[in-house]
């Protein structure tokens, strides 16, 4: 055959991989929003039945050795399909370095801790999880290992999430936001310190059809296709991507206008990142997001550098007052200070702008330490306490508020937490490219013009699919590497703004 | 391997047949009801490659040979065993006999015809569709003889719904029905020559939401279990089993409450079928439906026999007027006579509970004699006319009203109709029966006890599965075989009371 003849083989069986995917995406998000409660039994046995056929598609021997052979000639492919055989051969490197004898260890491993952790922290009990955790940090090392014994394990694992990413990088750029973060957290204190919050206008009484009716009606304007796309309600929000429907769900809180909305706007930056990629290349590489990193700089854009914005303000709130006649008192002074109060505090889910990166410092650091052995599980709950004293000055009174309030080293995913403060980075420094090449950005948000820095977005990020890594994908559409700089102005801006008030 | 190793093997591939099926039949759910427009070319392509996989593990050659194996021993099995071989075996049997390209060309046909299908009753013109009938008549004949050459052809198609069924038994009951009829109907025109019917008092403004939340208190009345079920709105009422849970649509009409709550309780009784088979045979043989025609008793029973008897009024009325007070005036006696009203009419899925019965005759014979080779495609719409004379007394002005109403045969489904009266026959000897063992089954109906009849239909229907075939399970559960006795003398009753009004 020739190697176009099986670059179309290739294509073909991608795509059938992407239906199957397609399917149990379905099948999950049915789970999480529609499923009546008897059948969850029966859902798992689709979900495991489902994923299996999917395994035995990505490690067919016909598929692998086609992806081989495809490697080796690149030079007779285009540009478009070099990218899309580079990305698949190595992501199925990664896959077939793997015995299916570790990954159903792993499997069953993860399985097996995350249903303790939930009983773990009901209970404020780490010495129960303890050592299910041992024995993943074990198996992520062995993983490490068998994927590239001559690298960094660390390294190795983060590219799960954030493929070609350096470590070397990934400590410089965190470095300079821990440099610049702890004396913006000295400030953020003596906010604090000064005077007691207002009361927030977006508490009240808000019934749920009308806050529904309102955020589709904000998603719809800051451009969320809802012709490709639903939004739910589940007990936590999620998005994920149906074929070429993007659906979000979001929780919706009686008493608290904020919470759904930010939810919304946060994953309906996923969703508008997955609404953008090239539909002819759905399934590809090329047609398929970029990087945790990058995903979540197109969410924290819409959540944080947009949506606590006062030019976003300026446009909601006479919105926001038409939907919910109570606001009416709120100025957009009073509303901007609640939906940017900032505060040292325990959980990272609900944690300000600004604080958030630490609490993700402080995780890369200590999952560092455990993967490179610097650190052992059982000195782990104390460990976590010494360092939010030394980050966030502020020590949780139990592990339920520290070490054991995240699922993540539970389901296995060690170098996935970074990704999230990367995301921050990349939408701070986007914007600041936007904002440039655009003219007054506040103005365009102001007047509710989203589309056109969605455009902007989606012709510098959105469309490049896996074509450019991260870095070069961030350097392309920005002119320069990734930095903190960005992110550490936008915050620097938002606690002078704080302490002037 | 042992026999019994070999019965556990061929349960695990059914499961995960059966697993792999509910992804199915969940992508198609979401395609009737929560789908954006903009995904319905993503979402055909899910299908079909999930269809295509479900193909493969059906005919795997090691679960082929498994069941031939297993088929030469089951003396060396239970009783229960041997039904989930046997039946496992004759479906494969079926399957194997069409060569790939033979069910290639078929699948094709049908997507083709089913699309002109729809543009030809939009205009009216059965002549654009006539070629392609012509083509399905052909190729369902190859079918019935690639399957069994020694047979009638209509016999083994109409296998594929109602297995085990012979073509002389169906022609005796669906006789009898036609000789019981004809007076009846000859009565029904009379009653509508007296007088005009009087107003209903279901037609009126019931809201959407209103009415849902009644629909659900009627489900749950009677029995619909929601912790393994469903119900929510799309444009074509139907019912689906995806896994342990079974999802029942409708569609609501502002200006007619009983267009939502007959549909409901039709879907309903299906739902609650499935929701009464073995859930340890849960895939298997034993733990699914016996037959279209015994799927249909079920839904009949509580759309036709209960819900429109007057004991069900007598329990419902009171309950409806609290949820709808513009029904304060209505009388018992008006609702059940508007919920009674017969009539010859044209279209089969509008018409009343007695002629419905004549529709289906029509068409049984039409799509006889075009299988037997009797009938041409080309005089296919002048003979339904003719017949629509004959039965009903009322011809159709046009096609759409007449031959191109129902998508079944350009779906290549022949044999399938008959499955609808069947289900009416059988529906009314078990209601019979019932009513003989537990006593005045209308009073139970009027005190809203309604477990004791499901109940009664889960111990004498439900749980057999596909243990007996239909014939068989009838006669079990009513002591006597099937007949169009029981269903004449219910309608037969309805109408001297229609008379005597």
């Known amino acids: 055959m020739s190697t176009q003849n099986n670059y179309t083989t290739l294509v073909r069986h ?5 239906d199957i995917a397609g399917a149990l995406r379905l099948l999950e998000w049915d789970q999480e929003t529609y499923l009546p409660d008897g ?48 990305e698949t051969k190595w992501q199925l490197d990664r896959e077939r370095a793997l015995d299916a004898a570790l990954v159903r260890e792993r499997s069953e491993q993860r399985a097996t801790a995350r249903s303790v952790w939930i009983k773990a922290r009901r209970d404020d009990n780490f010495a129960a999880l303890a050592p299910h955790l041992e024995k993943i940090v074990a198996m992520e090392r062995r993983v490490a290992a068998a994927i590239d014994a ?37 400030r953020i204190r003596a906010v604090n310190e000064r005077a007691p919050w207002p009361a927030s206008p977006l508490l009240g009484d808000f019934a749920e059809d009308k806050q529904l009716a309102f955020n589709r009606q904000v998603l719809t304007a800051i451009g969320f296709d809802f012709a490709n796309g639903r939004i739910d309600a589940s007990a936590h929000p999620f998005s994920t991507t149906i074929g070429s429907d993007s659906r979000l769900t979001t929780r919706y809180d009686r008493s608290d206008l904020g919470y759904a909305l930010y939810s919304s706007l946060h994953e309906a930056g996923h969703g508008m990142y997955e609404q953008g990629l090239d539909p002819q290349a759905r399934g590809l590489p090329r047609g398929s997001a970029c990087s945790l990193g990058v995903h979540e700089s ?12 006062r030019a976003f303000w300026d446009y909601l709130l006479p919105v926001a007052k038409q939907a919910f006649p ?7 002074d009073a509303v901007c200070l609640a939906v940017n109060r900032m505060e040292p505090s325990f959980i990272r889910t609900e944690s300000d702008e600004a604080t958030y990166n630490l609490h993700i410092l402080l995780r890369f650091e200590l999952e560092r330490a455990l993967i490179g052995g610097d650190l052992h599980v059982g000195d782990l709950a104390q460990a976590w306490r010494e360092k939010m004293r030394d980050l966030l000055g502020v020590v949780p009174p139990d592990d339920r508020q520290g070490v054991l309030q995240d699922v993540h080293w539970s389901a296995g995913e060690f170098g996935y937490f970074p990704t999230y403060t990367l995301g921050n980075l990349y939408a701070a420094q986007l914007l600041e490219t936007a904002a440039t090449e655009l003219g007054d950005i506040d103005a365009v948000v102001r007047a509710g013009e989203f589309s056109v820095l969605l455009c902007w977005m989606r012709d510098r990020i959105h469309r490049w699919g896996q074509t450019w890594r991260a870095a070069e994908l961030i350097e392309r559409a920005t002119g320069s590497a990734a930095s903190a700089a960005p992110l550490l102005r936008h915050l620097e801006r938002k606690v002078e703004w704080l302490e002037q008030r």
């Open 150 to 186: 001559t690298r960094d394990p660390y390294e190795v694992l983060l590219e799960a999430y954030e493929p070609g990413l350096r470590l070397d990088r990934l400590e410089t750029v965190l470095g300079e936001v821990r440099a610049g973060l702890q004396p913006l957290v000295a």
């Open 298 to 309: 197109q969410s924290r854009l819409w959540e944080n550098q947009i949506g606590r914005s």
């Open 14 to 18: 991608l795509q059938r991989c992407r």
């Open 39 to 86: 059948a969850v039994e029966s859902r798992a046995s689709q979900i495991g039945a489902l994923s299996e056929v999917l395994h035995e598609q990505h490690t067919a021997p016909h598929f692998l050795d086609l992806v081989d052979e495809l490697a080796e000639r690149l030079g007779e492919l285009s540009f478009e399909q070099a990218v899309d055989v580079r």
């Open 326 to 332: 109570a606001l009416a008192p709120a100025s957009v």
